[in-house]
C-alpha cells in the first residue's frame, strides 16, 4: 500500500519515523499544551477550556469511581483518563483532511491494550494477593469440582489472554474501516457521501474511545473485586 | 497497519510519558481543585447550617426573653395598679374626713352666729315694743 502525503511529513520523513508513531507524538503533545493551559488558568469557578478538559475528566472520574470504588479508582484514574482522551484525540485526527489516525494501527493500540492488561494483574495481585487465582477458577470452589475449576481456570485464561488482543484489534478495525470507507467514497463520490459518513465516523471515533476506556475499566474493576 | 513491530515499544513509551506527564500537569491539578470546590461547597452549606442553627436559637431566646418581659411587665403593671388604687382610697378617705370636719365647723359657726343674733334681737325687743305703743297712742 502507497503511503499517503501528510502534514507530519513536512517535519518528519515516514521513510524514518512512520506516520502512526509521528501523529501519536503529535496527540500527546497537543495534550500536553492543552494541559498547560489549562494548568496556567485553573480557577475554582471553571472558563474557557477548563470546562471543556473538567468534563471529560468528570465523567472519566464517575465512570472510574463508580465501577473500581473509590480507592483503587484514586490510583487506576490516571492511567484510564489518559487511555481516553489520547484515542478520543487520536480517532478525531483521522477526520482531519492531512492527518492520520493513529488508532488505525495495531502497535498504538497495543500500546494500550498490554498495559491495561499488566496493570489489571497487578493490581488484581495487589489487591488480594495469592487469592486473586480465585478469580480464575470460577463460582464452586470444592475438591468435588476440581475439574470444573480447572475447566474454568483454562476458560479464564485464555479469556484474559484475549482481552488485550480484542481491545487492540476491536479499536483498530473501527478505525481502519472507518478511514478506507471515507477513502474509497471520497473516490467514488466526493462531499455528500463522505460528509454523512464523517459525520458517523464522529460518531464512531467517540464511542470506539469510550468502549475501550470502559472495557479498561471493567477489566481493571474485575480484578480489585472480591473473587465470587 | 497489520504488522506488530519495534514502533511499539517507542508507542508505549510516548503513552507512558504522556501519562506521567498529564497527572503531574493535568489531573492532579484539576482532582486538587475538585477538592477544594467540594470543600468550599460543604463549607458554605455547613456555615449556612450553623447560621440557621443561629438564628433558630435566637428566635427561641428572643420569644424567650419576650415573654419573661411580658410576664415582668404584667407584675410591674398589677403592683403599680394596686398601689394606685390603695392611694385613691386613702386620698378618698382623708378627703371625706376633711369635708366633714369642714362641714362640721361651719355648722357650728352657723350656729353661733344665729345665736347672735337671737340674743341681739332679744335685747332690742323693749325698745321696739314702747316704740310701737308710743306710735299707736300718738295716733
Redesign the interface.
Known amino acids: 500500500m502507497v503511503e499517503e502525503k501528510l502534514l507530519m511529513d513536512i517535519i518528519v520523513s515516514p521513510e524514518v519515523v512512520?506516520h502512526?508513531?509521528s501523529y501519536?507524538?503529535l496527540a500527546?503533545l497537543i495534550?500536553?499544551g492543552t494541559?498547560?493551559a489549562?494548568?496556567s488558568s485553573?480557577?475554582?469557578v471553571p472558563v474557557g477550556v477548563q470546562n471543556v478538559?473538567?468534563t471529560f475528566?468528570?465523567a472519566i472520574?464517575k465512570l472510574v469511581e463508580d465501577n473500581i470504588g473509590h480507592h483503587w479508582g484514586k490510583q487506576l484514574?490516571?492511567?484510564i483518563?489518559?487511555i481516553f482522551?489520547?484515542i478520543l484525540l487520536c480517532n478525531f485526527m483521522g477526520l482531519i483532511p492531512g492527518f492520520a489516525c493513529?488508532t488505525?494501527?495495531?502497535?498504538?493500540n497495543?500500546?494500550?491494550a498490554?498495559?491495561v492488561f499488566l496493570l489489571t494483574h497487578y493490581y488484581g495481585v495487589r489487591a488480594h494477593g495469592v487469592k486473586y487465582l480465585y478469580h480464575f477458577l470460577g463460582p464452586m470452589r470444592s475438591i468435588a469440582a476440581l475439574p470444573l475449576m480447572i475447566l474454568m481456570f483454562f476458560t479464564e485464561f485464555i479469556g484474559h489472554l484475549a482481552r488485550p488482543l480484542t481491545l487492540t484489534v476491536r479499536l483498530?478495525g473501527n478505525m481502519?474501516a472507518k478511514h478506507i470507507i471515507l477513502f474509497v467514497l471520497a473516490i467514488i463520490s466526493p462531499w455528500v457521501v463522505p460528509t454523512a459518513i464523517l459525520a458517523l465516523g464522529v460518531l464512531v471515533s467517540i464511542v470506539q474511545a469510550f468502549v475501550f476506556t470502559l472495557l479498561a475499566t471493567l477489566y481493571l474493576a474485575g480484578a480489585v473485586e472480591e473473587a465470587h | 497497519?497489520?504488522?506488530?513491530?519495534k514502533?511499539?515499544f517507542?508507542?508505549?513509551l510516548?503513552?507512558?510519558?504522556?501519562?506521567f506527564?498529564?497527572?503531574a500537569?493535568?489531573?492532579?491539578?484539576?482532582?486538587k481543585?475538585?477538592k477544594?470546590?467540594e470543600d468550599?461547597v460543604k463549607g458554605s452549606l455547613d456555615a449556612a447550617k450553623d447560621m440557621n442553627d443561629r438564628r433558630e436559637e435566637s428566635i427561641v431566646r428572643l420569644n424567650r426573653e419576650l415573654a419573661e418581659a411580658r410576664t415582668k411587665s404584667k407584675a410591674i403593671f398589677e403592683t403599680l395598679r394596686a398601689e394606685g388604687q390603695q392611694k385613691q382610697k386613702e386620698v378618698f378617705s382623708s378627703a371625706s374626713a376633711e369635708a366633714s370636719e369642714i362641714l362640721e365647723k361651719a355648722r357650728a359657726e352657723i350656729k353661733a352666729e344665729a345665736e347672735k343674733a337671737r340674743q341681739s334681737l332679744r335685747a332690742d325687743i323693749d325698745k321696739f315694743s314702747d316704740e310701737i305703743v308710743r306710735k299707736l297712742v300718738k295716733v
Open positions: 512512520p502512526v508513531v501519536a507524538l500527546s495534550l500536553i494541559a498547560l489549562v494548568k485553573l480557577r475554582l478538559m473538567e475528566v468528570e472520574l484514574f490516571p492511567f483518563c489518559t482522551v489520547f493513529p488505525a494501527n495495531i502497535n498504538t497495543a500500546a494500550m498490554v498495559p483498530f481502519t | 497497519m497489520l504488522e506488530f513491530n514502533w511499539f517507542v508507542l508505549a510516548n503513552f507512558f510519558v504522556l501519562l506527564i498529564l497527572n500537569i493535568l489531573f492532579k491539578p484539576l482532582l481543585i475538585f477544594e470546590r468550599t
